[in-house]
Nanobody, 119 residues
Framework: QVQLEESGGGLVQPGGSLRLSCTAS????????MGWYRQAPGKQRELVAT???????NYADSVKSRFTISRDNAQNTVALQMNSLKPEDTAVYYC?????????????WGQGTRVTVSS
């Protein structure tokens, strides 16, 4: 099994910053990507950012230039630095790990951490 433990999140004013962290444990050999998705009320879960084991990032257009994803393979952690936050960034953020299991990619999810951007 794979466990993803998230930390960070909370309430911040527009223009502020937050940092999310996620630590993976368990059967994580074969991890393809780690990253973050979010789900706002009444909306579908959407990609925020992912990063490969080699360090190549991928961002949603809505967060480019504001968010930075980083990964520490030795510690099995992924972090998301969020700057210039907007009210529309308000959502539950989920850590994701995509791991190859017997030749098939599997998605694993954390419990989610809430981010609220409001004055």
């Amino acid at each position: 099994q794979v466990q993803l433990e998230e930390s960070g999140g909370g309430l911040v004013q527009p223009g502020g910053s937050l940092r999310l962290s996620c630590t993976a444990s368990g059967r994580i050999f074969g991890t393809i990507t780690m990253g973050w998705y979010r789900q706002a009320p009444g909306k579908q879960r959407e990609l925020v950012a992912t990063i490969t084991s080699g360090g190549s990032p991928n961002y949603a257009d809505s967060v480019k230039s504001r968010f930075t994803i980083s990964r520490d393979n030795a510690q099995n952690t992924v972090a998301l630095q969020m700057n210039s936050l907007k009210p529309e960034d308000t959502a539950v953020y989920y850590c994701n790990a995509r791991i190859m299991v017997l030749g098939v990619p599997n998605n694993y999810w954390g419990q989610g951490t809430r981010v609220t951007v409001s004055s």
